[in-house]
């Protein structure tokens, strides 16, 4: 299991390092920072004086070097908009969208999953047809509408949720959290529905045909042939063995929605990374853009070694074939 771990981290770190080439060659001929800072009025004097205290004078490769090594130690330089620190502007922005993404993959598993293996038992059901209803209409729309439509309904006709904003939130150390306050809460569910629909819809109809496909194998017919349960089969056969692509496809999620959190952000105004993304993105902040991007990479990497030790939990057929081939 230690030399598996291992060999992992020496995968990702090439990835790392080719995610951050691409990230800081794509933006670094992206608009004029330099003129951004200064503003309109300015001399060619202060222009290169920045130029120099900012390092873009320096060829390409250096600029890269300089922002690796940084990036090495957790240090991404300063924001050209704001003239603070990136990392601190992502510590900042983090537990925003970390407490988003969680409640959003929350709302996923939770939901997605019972009425995936309800809709696989009972296919003929009005309620399965319902759902499956239900699932087009989270596939079809785009999170943009989706978010919209929420804030049209119960924000501004119903007026029971708050359109924007995270409300009232509680500091913990540096960690800020809207869980302790009910502002906090009830800026939290309309953006949380929005960015965790399209994951529910997606692990609901997964969770369905992995359910549909495992009741028709031999060995499920062999547990009913020798007078087991309907819930020892269907619980402990079928979902148990539903779970490996299951865990995959909620690993991969779980990185999509920190990653595109960016769109759920900007229409309700969340103060995440990934509205700190779309503003640095206008104003050509490269240090910021780069560095979100190598964090998006870093959080994928990650979770795909959690996916992979998660196998080995729940699939032993693993474990003995990586024993016989040790």
Do not use: C
């Given at each position: ?118 809709t696989g038992l009972y296919r003929n059901s009005w309620l399965s047809r319902f759902f499956l209803t239900f699932s087009l209409v989270g596939v079809s729309l785009p999170t943009f509408l989706i978010g ?40 939290l569910v309309l953006p949380a529905i929005t960015l965790g629909l399209f994951q529910l819809t997606l692990i609901m109809r997964l969770v369905r045909s992995e359910m549909m496909e495992v009741l028709r ?34 690993g991969l999620q779980l990185g999509g929605i920190i990653a595109f959190a960016i769109v759920t952000e900007t229409v309700f105004q969340w103060p995440g990374m990934g509205l700190l993304f779309i503003q ?47």
């Amino acid at each position: 299991m230690f030399s598996f771990i291992v060999s992992r981290i020496l995968q990702a770190l090439p990835v790392m390092f080719v995610v951050s080439l691409i990230s800081f060659a794509m933006f670094a001929y992206v608009g004029d920072p330099v003129a951004i800072m200064l503003g309109q009025d300015f001399t060619e004097a202060q222009r290169e004086a920045l130029v120099r205290d900012l390092g873009l004078d320096q060829p390409f490769f250096v600029q890269f070097a300089t922002f690796l090594g940084n990036a090495v130690q957790g240090e991404f330089g300063l924001s050209y908009r704001l003239s603070r620190p990136v990392a601190e502007l992502i510590a900042e922005r983090a537990p925003a969208t970390l407490e988003l993404a969680l409640t959003a993959a929350f709302l996923a598993l939770m939901i997605g999953v019972p009425m995936g293996v309800y809709t696989g038992l009972y296919r003929n059901s009005w309620l399965s047809r319902f759902f499956l209803t239900f699932s087009l209409v989270g596939v079809s729309l785009p999170t943009f509408l989706i978010g919209i439509l929420l804030i049209l309904t119960f924000s501004v006709w119903l007026g029971w949720l708050p359109s924007f904003g995270r409300g009232d939130v509680t500091r913990i150390g540096w960690w800020t959290s809207g869980f302790f306050t009910w502002s906090g809460l009830k800026a939290l569910v309309l953006p949380a529905i929005t960015l965790g629909l399209f994951q529910l819809t997606l692990i609901m109809r997964l969770v369905r045909s992995e359910m549909m496909e495992v009741l028709r194998t031999d060995y499920v017919k062999f547990a009913r042939a020798r007078g087991l349960t309907n819930r020892a089969i269907n619980f402990g056969h079928a979902l148990k063995n539903t779970l490996v692509p299951v865990i995959t496809i909620a690993g991969l999620q779980l990185g999509g929605i920190i990653a595109f959190a960016i769109v759920t952000e900007t229409v309700f105004q969340w103060p995440g990374m990934g509205l700190l993304f779309i503003q640095s993105v206008g104003a050509a902040d490269i240090p910021v853009m780069a560095a979100y991007l190598m964090l998006i990479a870093l959080v994928f990497v990650t979770i795909n070694l959690v996916v992979d030790l998660l196998y080995y939990a729940v699939d032993p057929r693993l474990r003995v074939g990586r024993g016989k081939g040790h």
